[in-house]
């Protein structure tokens, strides 16, 4: 009966079930293939002969392993932040950062978009709904439908509006901001995740969760160079050559700027209301590093540990055959 019990934990639990998997069925097929081997060889050429083989094949595959990035990997790349500045970005330890306006000195992007007199930007970001378009609303629906249209117009960040017409922002010249880029919504989302979990980790910042605050812009600025603007074939094939031929990767930050918003009463039943930022509370930006990770590390030493072991029992077969083809040489010539 406890042999049993013992079974059936043995079958819920997924490591060691994974565990009695993997030898299972390297005993089974590693093993039957040395029984083969030894019927025909004997213990100890079928075990170098099955040790070499095993060490080619996990050559092979920890090549395929190397070159796609997959199976036993390291580290994936990853965003560390490297320092959250409160206030004014001239007070950050990142030099490069104090490069960076800070938002109060850039237009908003209602501001940019009514500047631009872009026809997409406009009738995304400043057209509000009418009558016409809402023939079953009340006048004091559709007024205040039009008022949370409003605030949303005057409320969308810059990044947000780089996802929906990135020329407004880059004939404002927020793509070159000295060193620095604005990154689109579209872009900066494994960024901003990061810079959410990090400052929810700093209580003294003063945010519970992540309702107290509202995502601002995020900038960018290293990294290895991008493709321009509506490039043709010879910009791609030159920008995949001169990537790939890359041995260094240059560094790469990344600002993901927020903060905190009023406290607005919510009614039972209703959704939460549109988040507004608190003016008097100070922007915090989070300065993050590029982290590129270890992914092929491992496989690489898979592979390179694996061929080394291969050759060399490849070498200790080739001394015993020669060790075997002298004495066979002696007995011959001994016999004669």
Not at 206 to 230: N, Q, R, V
Request: aromatic share 8%; net charge negative.
């Amino acid at each position: 009966m406890g042999t049993l019990v013992t079974l059936a934990g043995l079958a819920w639990n997924p490591e060691i079930s994974g565990i009695l998997v993997v030898a299972t069925g390297f005993v089974i097929l590693l093993g039957s293939v040395w029984f083969i081997i030894v019927t025909n060889a004997g213990i100890r050429l079928a075990t170098l002969v099955a040790a070499a083989a095993l060490m080619g094949w996990m050559a092979i595959l920890g090549s395929a392993w190397w070159m796609y990035g997959s199976g036993w990997k390291g580290d994936d790349p990853s965003w560390k932040t490297v320092d959250i500045n409160v206030g004014d970005l001239r007070a950050s330890g990142l030099e490069s950062a104090r490069l960076l306006p800070n938002p109060s000195e850039m237009p908003t992007a209602y501001e940019l978009v009514v500047a631009s007199g872009d026809a997409v930007a406009i009738a995304t970001f400043v057209t509000l709904p009418t009558a016409g378009e809402n023939p079953d609303l009340s006048s004091e629906a559709l007024a205040g439908l039009r008022a949370d249209r409003q605030l949303r117009n005057e409320t969308t960040t810059r990044s947000e509006l780089a996802a929906v017409a990135r020329n407004v922002t880059d004939a404002a010249g927020l793509r070159d901001l000295g060193p620095w880029r604005l990154l689109a919504t579209t872009e900066s989302g494994d960024a901003q995740a990061q810079a959410a979990a990090d400052v929810m980790s700093h209580p003294d910042l003063g945010f519970a969760s992540s309702a107290d605050y509202k995502l601002l812009d995020a900038y960018t600025m290293g990294g290895k160079p991008e493709l321009k603007d509506d490039p043709n074939r010879l910009d791609r094939i030159t920008h995949w050559i001169t990537n790939t031929a890359r041995i260094t990767h240059p560094t790469r930050y990344t600002v993901v700027q927020l903060q905190g918003v009023l406290n607005q009463e919510v009614s039972p039943g209703e959704a939460p209301p549109r988040p507004v930022v608190d003016p008097d509370e100070p922007v915090v930006s989070v300065i993050m590093v590029r982290d590129l990770g270890w992914v092929r590390l491992r496989p690489a030493l898979v592979t390179i540990g694996s061929f080394l072991i291969f050759l060399a029992l490849c070498y200790w077969l080739h001394v015993r055959d020669k060790e075997l083809m002298s004495r066979r040489e002696e007995f011959e010539t001994a016999k004669a």
